[in-house]
């Protein structure tokens, strides 16, 4: 069962999205401290809080020709897994010109008034630098979770470092957690903008119960990245 969707359009250049009219906006939540061990890094309090009740996106980086960086907030009372994200792109004129859909996000599991971090893919289409996109956002209860194999990673460690992020993770489950592990970076500036998302994978291909993994993601063109947050993940099968 879909835990909520939000139709929402953000402009090209990461700029303050309009949000499509709803039943109701309510005051938005507090955006407050990380209080997600799934998501290290120091930039939570520059994120957008979003509109209270709602899974969204609270923000938007700009689209480099390929992908269109996100962040989503759930600002439902339920903890939520599995956040799915289609987007369409538009003209200004508002004719449809493209659309995409996310390749996963990282944490899966974000409980209520958490954070979660992906993009979206647009198959390399040329859009115009004042391109209008309007999103649609799911996600799955997280009690509906009978076959679910993602395993988020705690992060332990996440430090900036010659325009790299350099941590540890750590497995927290109670069973082995195997590779492929993700690990997702977004970079933002001193007001909260959104520079970039950035991925790489651990060497680590398994860990057990309790065990470590050290990861480092190469920020490949990238001018700053002071401002970061990081999740991971891998899988139970």
Do not use: W
């Not at 003209?91 to 859909?101: E, P, Q, R, T, V």
């Not at 194999?149 to 750590?170: C, F, K, M, P, W």
């Not at 497995?171 to 903008?193: F, Q, Y």
Request: net charge negative; hydrophobic share 35%; proline share 5%.
């Amino acid at each position: 069962e879909d835990a909520g969707k939000t139709p929402t359009s953000e402009p090209a250049d990461g700029s303050e999205a309009t949000v499509a009219p709803t039943e109701t906006t309510e005051a938005a939540a507090p955006a407050g401290e990380n209080t997600s061990s799934y998501l290290g890094g120091n930039a939570v309090s520059l994120l957008s809080p979003g509109d209270k009740g709602k899974l969204s996106v609270v923000l938007s980086g700009t689209y480099d020709g390929n992908i269109l960086p996100l962040v989503v907030r759930n600002n439902t009372d339920k903890d939520v897994i599995r956040i799915k994200v289609s987007a369409v792109a538009r003209s200004a004129d508002g004719k449809l010109i493209a659309s995409g859909g996310d390749q996963g996000f990282h944490p899966n599991l974000v409980r209520a008034g958490e954070y979660s971090l992906g993009y979206l893919y647009f198959d390399g289409i040329e859009l115009p630098a004042d391109a209008l996109f309007e999103f649609e956002v799911s996600a799955k209860d997280a009690s509906d979770n009978q076959f679910e194999s993602t395993r988020d990673l705690d992060v332990t460690e996440a430090d900036y470092l010659d325009n790299r992020i350099v941590g540890l993770l750590q497995n927290n489950h109670t069973e082995n957690v195997t590779g492929p592990m993700g690990v997702s970076v977004v970079c933002l500036d001193g007001e909260g903008t959104l520079l970039g998302h950035h991925q790489s994978f651990t060497d680590k291909d398994e860990a057990a119960p309790g065990e470590s993994i050290p990861f480092q993601v190469e920020l490949y063109g990238a001018t700053d990245c002071s401002n970061f947050l990081v999740a991971a993940s891998g899988f139970n099968f």
